[in-house]
């Protein structure tokens, strides 16, 4: 049976951390953190319950922090390369270690790490962690390399700015100055930091003055591609740069762990002809697993597909265009034209309205509503076979809104600072403190997500968009509610998301076509509304319209059978 994917992210620092003190730029001891215990039976299966097919563990990777674990043989980073009191886990320290902030007990964090594949494996879910290709930490070192491994940066000709045998890119001769980069409080008092030669920096900056805006505390590595050639890029792949090798074992060493795939961070940044390489290798060894790319750059959205990514975000089409639609800048109509850009590609393409990167529904800097977000959540959902994300909180309303030190005010969850998040820790460690709205509100996106695989029609169906005959009038807005059908065999679903502050009494046509194409013939039929359980009859005409009442900010999801 065809499975649609439904990938759930929890951020495993903030997840379950249980400490709710939330002092701004707090350490540790003070804010405390989730451990990947806090992800036991009961955890497990109720985020398998919400429909998940995927869990999305964020941060597992050991990266750049200010707490100080020396005393378990665990290299201490310097404050003024940190972003965060806790760190980003964008700033690899090692590939081959567990953060040890998540573990309960530090000197065993891989065992604890193992132990959480195997209990989501038993309680019927997937595993994805995050795979950082482009950049480490300023001050990276494997302690937890296997034994014969050579570590990256091991072996460079430091002399060069760029040699296709080495991991990183230099400025031979230079100093790191860190002259741009505004001292962060926590790092008040810390010594200074000394980089020499300085290594180039990881968002493409390729001289030693990284400025605040850079990614200042990460270094590039080099996957062979000269940036710096006199004539221009210039490319080196033959013999195989040491980059590709030392980072497809990484690869397959978390997928010898049971890990069932990488969302790539950044993936565009590395040249496709090295995504080519790995995941052939990957896929050759654990045929089922997959890679999620991070491309922001639909031009090259088919060239990475080709290089073996099974899926990739659909963030500057779906996302940017659902958005506009629920902050009322976009027609929703214009959802049409973003599904058809990429039809093509259409089932490599993920959906999603929140993950660690992105503005939270409910935050002042989104639409400040989560309930707002439900239409669009409708059509990430349920319009086609392609993989649905949500992001731990988003199904409570989570609204992103605190300060909580190097983050700051932004309408994001932190991924930087000791935290925990009120709405998850409300949902899934303290339910009686949850409000009846947040739990409506994750009822209708249980419903959701379950139906991705419940309804075969969503599942593994045809979709069928009816906006090009549903042009503006008294009786249908095509700025404000977007329609389509779904089909599997006998049965049928017509969706309606309406994105209207308002209650709509709509009138949708169905075109003869969609009758041809579907095979749906013209009888009167039940109709059974997924969300409410309401049921009405409907006589089905070719160009004829269904009369339809839909709530503001939700929609309709009317179920029924062709069968005679």
Known sequence: MKTKLVIYQVFTRTFGNKNLTKKENGTLAENGAGKMNDFDKDVLRRI???????????????????????????PTQNPRVVKGRAGSPYAITDYY?????????????????????????VEGMKIIIDFVPNHVARQYRSIAKPKGVEDLGEGDDTGKHFDPQNNFYYCPGEELDLSGVVENTYAHGAEAYHEFPAKCTGNDRFDSHPQQNDWYETIKLNYG?????????????????????????????????????????????????????????????????????????????????????????????????????????RSASSIT????????????????????????????????????????MIVSALLQQNPVMVYAGQEFGER???????????????????????????????????????????????????????????????AFDLMYVNQQSHQFNPHKQFVFLRKADDEVLLVVANFDQERVQINVTIPAHAFDFLGIPEQEVEMTDLLSGFTKVVDLKRDGQVALDVEANYGRIYKFNIKK
Not at 52 to 61: A, K, M, S
Not at 416 to 421: G, R
């Open 225 to 329: 591609v000269d940036y710096c050639d006199a004539s221009g890029r210039s490319y080196h792949y033959h013999p195989i740069p040491s980059t590709w090798k030392k980072m497809t074992d990484i690869l397959l060493f978390w997928a010898a762990k049971g890990v069932d795939g990488f969302r790539c961070d950044m993936a565009e940044m590395v040249p496709h002809e090295f995504w080519a390489y790995a995941t052939q290798q990957v896929k050759e060894r654990y045929p089922e697993i997959i890679f999620i790319g991070e491309v922001y750059d639909p031009n090259q959205y088919r060239m990475y597909v080709e290089s073996g990514f099974d899926y990739l975000y659909d963030k500057v089409g779906m996302y940017d265009c659902i958005r506009g639609v629920i902050c009322g800048e």
């Open 48 to 74: 398998h319950d919400l429909g998940v097919t995927h869990l999305w563990y964020t941060g597992v990777i050991r990266h750049a922090t200010c707490t100080d674990y020396s005393s378990f043989g665990i």
């Open 400 to 462: 992103g809104m605190d300060k909580e030190g190097f983050s700051g005010q932004d309408g994001r969850s932190t991924i930087f600072d000791y935290w925990t998040s009120d709405t998850v820790y409300k949902g899934f460690f303290n339910r009686d403190a949850l409000t009846t709205d947040e739990k409506k509100l994750s009822l209708i996106y249980q419903g959701l997500i379950r139906f991705c695989n419940r309804e075969k029609a969503v599942r593994e169906g045809l």
């Open 337 to 376: 034209h973003e599904w058809q850009k990429v039809d093509d590609i259409r089932d490599h393409m993920l959906y999603f309205l929140e993950n660690h990167d992105e503005q939270r529904i409910a935050s002042d800097f989104f639409v400040g509503n989560p309930w707002k977000g439900v239409p669009g």
């Open 97 to 121: 270690d567990i953060d040890p902030d998540i573990a309960v007990d530090v000197d065993a964090r891989m065992a604890e790490f193992e132990s959480l594949v195997a209990r989501t494996h």
